[in-house]
């Protein structure tokens, strides 16, 4: 009898312990909130519902609508409402962690850039920000210093008062620091954005977040239809891809 009651104390001591080790659950707030630039675990990630569910394509939510208003988006007989998607997606950066990415684009683009960016995820590509540039009130230089990638915003050509093709939502600007706008004026010196990426227009040297010709974000972009502006010849856009409409 005193060996049966002490296996049946063990029992219930073990059924206790299990019970003070249950696990909390898991956050999910910056997934099911879409809370872009924060950091989220595979846990969160498995209990949001998988990575699937994680890189999606979805008309503009009312909150992000709001947000954009007066910002990157103003007033236009162009593009409306209907003509954009809201897109959400996972990132890696230098940290080895996975990053809540958003943006907004125009809905002829916004399937093929969700496959692309999984494509990037899957590979780990390192990409250090993706906010929406209403985070920066709209301020492409501001954006650009901090090194975000973004794709709509109803703004001019850089230096120009021709609409950009950000202003429709068909480009994509990545990791903006590194990979700098510039051109040569007419006096010869050099218009940079953003203006303290000075060093990054020389491209013969490593470092990181460059793009180039073996770069998987440049693979990707231009397979799907998309030109580079690094290609260009009268002025560089290392950061840029743009659709290539017929």
């Known amino acids: 009898m005193k060996k ?4 049946l104390f063990i029992l219930c001591c073990c059924a206790v312990l299990a019970a003070c080790k249950k696990e909390e659950p898991v956050d999910t707030t910056p997934l099911t909130e879409w809370q872009a630039g924060q950091i989220v675990s595979e846990a969160a990630v498995t209990a949001y519902g998988g990575l699937d569910k994680c890189f999606a394509a979805e008309p503009i939510p009312d909150g992000v609508w709001a947000r954009m208003q007066g910002k990157t ?9 209907d003509d954009l998607r809201h897109i959400r997606v996972l990132h890696w ?5 996975m990053h809540v990415g958003e943006m907004v684009c125009n809905v002829v683009i916004a399937d093929r850039v969700v496959r692309i960016f999984r494509q990037l995820f899957d590979a780990k590509y390192n990409i250090e920000r993706m906010l929406l540039p209403d985070v920066y009130d709209a301020d492409d230089e501001k954006q650009m210093r901090d090194n975000n990638t973004s794709c709509f915003c109803y703004r001019n050509i850089a230096g120009s008062t021709n609409l950009s093709k950000h202003a429709r939502g068909i480009a994509i600007d990545i990791n903006t620091f590194y990979n700098p706008y510039f051109k040569v004026r007419e006096d010869g010196s050099l218009f940079i954005q953003p203006a303290t990426a000075g060093a990054y ?6 470092f990181p977040y460059k793009i180039d010709h073996d770069d998987l974000a440049f693979k990707l972009f231009t397979e799907a239809g998309f030109e580079w502006g690094g290609d260009w010849t009268t002025r560089k856009d290392y950061q840029h891809f743009e659709l290539i409409e017929q």
């Open 73 to 81: 988006y103003v007033d236009n007989p162009y593009i409306g409402r």
């Open 4 to 7: 049966t009651s002490h296996f």
């Open 201 to 206: 227009c020389s491209r013969d040297w490593d």
């Open 93 to 97: 950066d230098y940290d080895n962690k």
